[in-house]
């Protein structure tokens, strides 16, 4: 079974400055996606971010980034210039094959002025 | 673009009685809905799947006589809680499946529905 795991309850930055958020996961399956999604107050999922396994180049969007070990199995978000708005619990998935999404437990994020 | 859309989006219900979820995607087939469950401060978990016109699959642990869910159309799917009690109360989102060869579709469509909280009182 696939797992998913993020080993930081909750993130701090100052606005302005860059973060990452760390995630690894567990999998056998040679065919994956990898996601981070944004959850803010009103709970509605956003998708950030998103990977394919078979891509070696890391996903890039806007201020956002990954840095994709695939190897390692490691997934690791980055915020730059971070703003107000960034302040969110933010969740890596897991995406098989079959279209299922496996979520890490969260990383609460706030933002500093 | 892709919206799903989820009705009611809070729901309050006396315990015993059961309430019905639905999660309809407006501008696209969805052949499979997925069901979630967050509870406060927690991660979601997948309760079930379903395709269109078949059985829905639950995830171990999940009561399939508690929570009933039924996708009789492409575009509308409903999650049930059946004698309902305070333990169910929490936030169920549901997420349409993308069609096409992509299992996750366009990724700047917006899959998810935005969520139904529900406490049982």
């Known amino acids: 079974a696939q797992t998913v795991t993020q080993s930081q309850p909750e993130m701090s930055v100052q606005e302005a400055e860059t973060v990452t958020l760390s995630c690894t996961y567990d999998t056998s399956e040679s065919d994956y996606y990898l996601f981070w999604y944004k959850q803010p107050p009103s709970r509605q999922m956003i998708l950030v971010i998103r990977q394919e396994a078979y891509k070696q180049q890391n996903a890039t969007e806007n201020r956002f980034s990954v840095n994709f070990q695939k190897a390692a199995k490691s997934f690791s978000l980055k915020i730059s210039d971070s703003q107000l708005g960034d302040a969110a619990m933010y969740f890596c998935?897991?995406?098989?094959?079959?279209?299922?999404?496996?979520f890490g437990k969260g990383t609460k994020l706030s933002v500093k002025p | 673009g892709a919206v799903v859309s989820q009705h009611p989006s809070w729901v309050i219900c006396k315990s015993g009685t059961s309430v019905k979820i639905e999660c309809r995607s407006l501008?696209?087939?969805?052949?499979?809905m997925f069901w979630y469950r967050q509870f406060p401060k927690q991660s979601l978990m997948l309760m079930a799947t379903s395709n269109e016109g078949s059985k829905a699959t639950y995830e171990q642990g999940v009561e399939k006589d508690k929570f009933l869910i039924n996708h009789a159309s492409l575009t509308l799917s409903t999650l049930t809680v059946t004698s309902a009690h305070p333990e169910d109360s929490s936030f169920y989102i549901c997420?349409?499946?993308?069609?096409?060869?992509?299992?996750?579709?366009?990724?700047?469509?917006?899959?998810f529905g935005p969520g139904t909280r529900l406490t049982v009182t």
């Open positions: 997420r349409a499946g993308a069609s096409g060869t992509d299992p996750f579709g366009d990724p700047y469509e917006q899959y």
């Open positions: 501008d696209f087939q969805a052949t499979t």
């Open positions: 998935a897991y995406g098989g094959s079959q279209g299922n999404l496996i």
